[in-house]
């Protein structure tokens, strides 16, 4: 299987170039069979939205690492719910899984292998499985700390986050959420669409995300919640919680600034366009896509045409 590209992420840099390997190395199910070493004996958890991962295997650095980095996520809750997946962070033995890009950017690639309940991903830095059924997943990385280490951990968390998701009825969405007067729009579209720049003309409202954002069922309708992954302009969320979502709009840059309502298979189409992650096995599309469909019969969706000043906002919340 030749790696598939992932277009929810951006372009990437070499990771370093001395240790580059020229060839990709596809991990089969005999390396994931394998015994390997944990980094530690720590861990953490995380909570995301209706989402628990717990994380194991982890080094007293990289303990304080990820607890830092995911912080308002770390999920220390002594009645918490059992997780939907336990991560062992194990050491990769490997110097790469996919050659190191040759060129000074390349859209990040991403290989997958789905059998049954188990999904098998890999990219430069990483190799990861998880099985739905056991509830268990293993990840291992090349590096043990740095720049490396985080993608790595962070990919694998993206992917599992939006594959997990659906069975909670929800969806990862790329799409900016903004949160004002206590409800959220959700911003989304593919690169370049202007998600970052509404995030940017939002400086009094509170950013869940501008680039990835989950949404999950809440009574009758659904809430938006941030992730702690693929903050462009601030690492960390500015909350952690649910907000009840009373719009999304598909971004379109414009001269000028109107939006016009999206219904029934259009609304569902524009919405399941940007979903990462999940489109690339029949399974997980089909979930998907029932989900959006769900979403789009509770939730107004419009194309939101926009330039770049706050007077979208106007369109926005009218009612």
């Not at 056991?134 to 790595?152: I, K, N, S, Y």
């Not at 919405?271 to 989900?291: H, I, R, T, Y």
Request: glycine share 10%.
């Amino acid at each position: 299987m030749s790696p598939s590209r992932v277009a929810a992420d951006r372009v990437v840099s070499p990771a370093r170039d001395e240790d580059r390997v020229s060839r990709d190395f596809e991990p089969g199910d005999d390396y994931f069979a394998a015994p390997r070493e944990p980094f530690g004996a720590l861990g953490l958890s995380l909570r995301i939205g209706l989402l628990r991962f717990d994380l194991t295997g982890l080094s007293v650095d990289q303990q304080g690492l990820l607890a830092e980095r995911f912080r308002p996520f770390i999920d220390t809750r002594a009645d918490a719910p059992a997780a939907d997946l336990t991560i062992r962070f194990t050491r990769a033995g490997v110097d790469a899984f996919l050659a190191w890009p040759r060129e000074e950017m390349e859209i990040y690639r991403m290989g997958r292998r789905a059998v049954g309940p188990r999904i098998a991903i890999w990219s430069y830095e990483f190799a990861g499985s998880a099985d739905t059924a056991t509830r268990q997943a293993e990840l291992a990385l090349v590096d043990a700390g740095g720049a490396t280490f985080e993608r790595g951990a962070e990919n694998f968390l993206r992917v599992l986050t939006a594959l997990h998701i659906l069975g909670h009825g929800g969806l990862l969405v790329h799409g900016a959420g903004v949160v004002r007067g206590g409800r959220a729009h959700v911003f989304f579209g593919p690169s370049g669409s202007g998600k970052t720049t509404v995030t940017h003309l939002s400086p009094g409202d509170t950013i869940l995300s501008d680039d990835l954002t989950l949404l999950v069922p809440e009574g009758r309708g659904y809430a938006a919640a941030g992730i702690p992954f693929g903050m462009a302009h601030h690492r960390t969320p500015d909350a952690s919680g649910c907000f009840p979502i009373v719009g999304l709009h598909r971004l379109v840059q414009s001269p000028m600034v109107r939006r016009e309502r999206l219904q029934g298979a259009r609304a569902v189409a524009e919405l399941a366009s940007c979903l990462p992650f999940v489109m690339q096995e029949e399974k997980s599309a089909g979930a998907a896509l029932a989900n959006a469909t769900a979403v789009v019969s509770s939730i107004p969706v419009d194309r939101l045409l926009f330039r770049r000043d706050p007077s979208f906002w106007d369109v926005a919340l009218e009612a």
